[in-house]
């Protein structure tokens, strides 16, 4: 009795201290000075009543990048206290210089103290003592016409194992961005082997007001040796983030000297071709013939070349030349050095009446950036006579008397002799035709019965890879339920392999990767660290995986935007 009695006075001081420490609340940094390259680690911990309690990161998320975020649930028993909390643990990245807050938390009128966080600039490194990583801005001019190409390279240099994190979109007002092919290639600095990627972009401005290439924000991870360890993984990892060189930009408005009424073109080269499906001294009355301009440009994109043809072609006499345009075909060809544009026209020329026809030339003006001075490139005029009989200038059908017995002719049966050659010449081309459409039908049913061949072996496939991708979520189950945290990573793989086939993850960092869900990530993070520790399988629960696993596959299933993710549980 006595020993019940001393039971229920130490439950009863247990659950009285349990009281005492309930909500408290504390938040924490572990460095208030760093460099904008370096990070720093936030713990949030509360100790109360209040489960459904969550930080709100609105404004640390306004100044920092949040790389990894983690929460624990903890419960302790000290010197006859008994103590429940929970910890969030977040790994941030200041993306910008000066003195940032940790805003003051608050959970039921408990509030925590703000905390301030000075950023500074990187320290340059001693003299003599070479960087590993740096990043410079190249333009290939200064002052360019608007609508003139301008070169933009960024050279990242890197003499360790680096994996490139973010980027900063460069984006400009009222200028066109291409982006061309990057480089790679090694480079000896002061006896220093460093590689070098390149970034290429070819820029357009559209006015002639100045710009300026603004600062850019590269955010990098520096990795140690050939491999990645779960620390790396859980956010304890070097980052370094890098900042690119503003450039100013003049930019000048078309030439006084260049032609008002003609196309602006600011290109270092441009070349123009003719070609004819015939002669055109071989044209004759009702035979249509094909005129191709062909356009190339250096450093031009083919939406800024003219259309050519159909201006060339409104000056002709249209009482003796027909002409019917096709829709011209642009071509762009992105290199590292800028933009090979091709602009190609094509028309129909058909001639109606005899006579000389003048076909007429082609003047293009453009304007040589390189040597900064005003060209022409030009096609030559063709003139052409026709010479037809009536017969051959008379546009409407001939009338034939079908009672008449013999066609009277005036020159002993001539145009008798023609009509008959010109019926057996028609019977001809019906035959061929009518070949021709029996073997299109044919091959029809060929190609119908082929794709009927397809058809059936896609769906033995599809439905192989349905039964495939249940065995393995069978397996991820089996093993998850038995807590095999080994068994469980592998099934995790192979299911991943069939939920993205075209691009199947080789790590768990991938999934993570792939599915952006902070709580599927935490538990896979679990499972990582359960494989990679020293206490192996004990302590993790491959429950909470399945559980967090299930829940984003159904919310994936609700989701009728995505094509690329199968439904985790099919009907």
């Known amino acids: 009795m006595n020993r019940f009695i001393s039971h229920a006075w130490l439950l009863l001081l247990v659950l009285f201290a349990s009281q005492a420490n309930a909500n408290e609340l504390s938040v924490n940094v572990d460095r208030n000075s760093i460099t904008i390259e370096e990070t720093l680690t936030l713990a949030i911990r509360y100790t109360g009543t209040n489960k459904k309690w969550e930080p709100d990161l609105t404004q640390i998320e306004a100044q920092f990048d949040i790389i990894t975020q983690n929460k624990s649930n903890q419960y302790r028993y000290t010197n006859g206290n008994l103590s429940a909390y ?82 900063e979109p460069l984006d400009i007002p009222d200028v066109v961005i291409q982006e061309l092919p990057d480089g790679r290639y090694r480079k000896n600095i002061n006896g220093r082997q460093y590689l070098v990627a390149e970034f290429n972009y070819a820029l357009f401005p559209q006015s002639s007001d100045n710009f300026d290439i603004p600062e850019r924000q590269w955010k990098l991870r520096i990795t140690q040796g050939g491999s990645r360890s779960i620390f790396d993984r859980l956010g304890r990892f070097k980052l370094k983030r890098l900042k690119t060189e503003q450039k100013s930009i003049t930019v000048r408005p078309v030439p006084q000297e260049f032609p008002t ?64 345009a096709e829709q011209p075909k642009l071509n762009d060809e992105k290199t590292a050095q800028g933009i090979l544009s091709e602009k190609t026209e094509a028309a129909a020329v058909v001639a109606t009446k005899p006579g000389d026809i003048t076909i007429p030339g082609i003047r293009i003006p453009w304007w040589d950036t390189t040597q900064n001075t005003l060209r022409y490139i030009e096609v030559p005029e063709h003139t052409v006579f026709l010479q037809g009989s009536t017969a051959q200038t008379d546009t409407t059908d001939p009338q034939i008397d079908s009672s008449s017995a013999d066609i009277q002719t005036s020159n002993g049966g001539m145009e008798n002799d023609e009509y008959q050659a010109l019926k057996a010449q028609l019977r001809l081309w019906q035959i061929i035709t009518a070949v021709l459409v029996i073997l299109w039908v044919i091959s029809l049913y060929f190609v119908w019965k082929f794709s009927q061949g397809v058809a059936e072996q896609k769906r033995i496939s599809a439905g192989q890879s349905v039964n495939n991708k249940k065995r393995a979520l069978q397996n991820l189950k089996h093993a998850c339920t038995t807590n095999d945290a080994k068994a469980a990573r592998d099934s995790l793989l192979i299911w991943a392999s069939y939920i993205w086939p075209s691009n199947p993850p080789k790590t768990l960092r991938d999934i993570n990767q792939k599915t952006q869900d902070p709580v599927l990530t935490n538990q896979i993070l679990a499972l990582d660290a359960s494989l990679y520790g020293k206490q192996g399988n004990e302590g993790w629960n491959g429950n909470l995986l399945m559980e967090a696993l299930k829940a984003w596959g159904q919310q994936q299933n609700k989701e009728s935007n995505t094509d690329e993710l199968a439904p985790l549980y099919p009907n």
């Open 86 to 167: 929970s910890e969030w643990t977040y790994v941030l990245m200041p993306r910008n210089t000066g003195r940032l807050l940790i805003p003051s938390f608050n959970v039921d009128n408990n509030y925590s103290d703000a905390i301030e966080v000075k950023v500074s600039e990187p320290t340059a490194p001693p003299p003599g003592v070479a960087q590993d990583v740096f990043i410079e801005t190249i333009v290939d001019k200064s002052s360019i016409y608007v609508q003139e190409q301008l070169k933009v390279t960024y050279r990242l240099y890197y003499s360790v194992n680096i994996e490139l994190e973010d980027v």
């Open 261 to 324: 009424d003609q196309t602006w073109l600011p290109a270092s080269d441009l070349q123009v071709t003719e070609n004819w499906s015939k002669a055109p001294d071989q044209l004759t009355i009702g035979e249509p013939i094909t005129r191709t301009i062909t356009l190339t440009a250096k450093n031009l994109m083919s939406s800024q070349l003219p259309q050519v043809l159909n201006k060339a072609h409104s000056a002709i006499n249209s009482d003796k030349l027909k002409v019917y």
